[in-house]
């Protein structure tokens, strides 16, 4: 038996193991992206009020859903490409989406309070970090909720493509409670995704990094989506 040998395969199994990354860093690394785009979101939107940008932007009625056009168009991108494109490809879509999504943001600064926004920013963090406390350290499989919580997601959907056409203002808080339930559900399902996404790509450090991107952005909208029915519900317009 050759030991040299021998120590050296083991020396670089070791070598290799310790090099993984530990899941609550792996986690942490996740919300990080998360909170950045957050950051820039946010940043964008308070630019664009401040500055009055936000006027010229939305003189153009038709570039709101242009905007969402193409929020939608970077989402399913990345959805469907994340396994394909670089990590640094994957994390400049993220941030492109932050950015479209701050200029959309900016608008909520003319029609709601800024004290009304201010408490429901901190409301939302403060639901959103509970839910995915709850996600992170349950001993529970939540992936059981999926079908459900895809079915809260198509009630919400067609909820609010029916009242473009019809007037069901007065089942507006309905819907608004119900993207609240769901979303903060959807904050502790998304947090255990993490786990799953370690587990599945420790050995790759290149696929870990992506899934950690796609995790981070899942976050991300679960904590818009939280923030606007929150908004929605108990905000108080100008």
């Not at 990354?21 to 792996?26: A, F, H, I, T, V």
């Not at 942490?28 to 006027?55: D, H, P, R, S």
């Not at 079908?147 to 007065?170: D, Q, Y």
């Not at 899942?218 to 029915?229: A, P, S, W």
Request: aromatic residues 18%; hydrophobic residues 55%; charged residues 15%.
């Amino acid at each position: 038996m050759d030991y040299q040998n021998m120590d050296q395969y083991y020396g670089g199994v070791y070598q290799e193991t310790r090099e993984y990354e530990s899941l609550d860093r792996y986690t942490a690394k996740t919300f990080g992206w998360m909170f950045l785009g957050l950051m820039v979101t946010f940043l964008i939107a308070v630019t664009g009020y401040v500055t009055g940008l936000v006027w010229y932007v939305f003189a153009v009625p038709q570039l709101i859903f242009i905007l969402g056009i193409a929020e939608l168009a970077v989402v399913l991108f990345l959805s469907v490409r994340i396994t394909k494109m670089s990590v640094a490809a994957a994390r400049t879509l993220f941030l492109v989406y932050s950015v479209l999504n701050g200029v959309v943001f900016s608008a909520y600064f003319l029609l709601y309070d800024l004290a009304s926004l201010v408490f429901i920013f901190g409301a939302t963090s403060l639901f959103f970090g509970i839910m995915a406390a709850i996600g992170y350290f349950a001993k529970v499989d939540l992936s059981r909720l999926r079908n459900f919580l895809v079915g809260g997601l198509v009630f919400l959907m067609v909820f609010w493509v029916a009242s473009m056409f019809i007037n069901l203002a007065r089942f507006e808080m309905i819907a608004c409670s119900v993207g609240i339930f769901i979303f903060l559900l959807f904050t502790a399902y998304d947090t255990q995704k993490i786990r799953t996404y370690h587990q599945a790509y420790c050995h790759d450090g290149q696929m870990a990094a992506k899934a950690s991107i796609f995790a981070a952005l899942q976050l991300y909208l679960d904590f818009i989506n939280l923030f606007i029915y929150l908004l929605r519900a108990i905000g108080k317009r100008k």
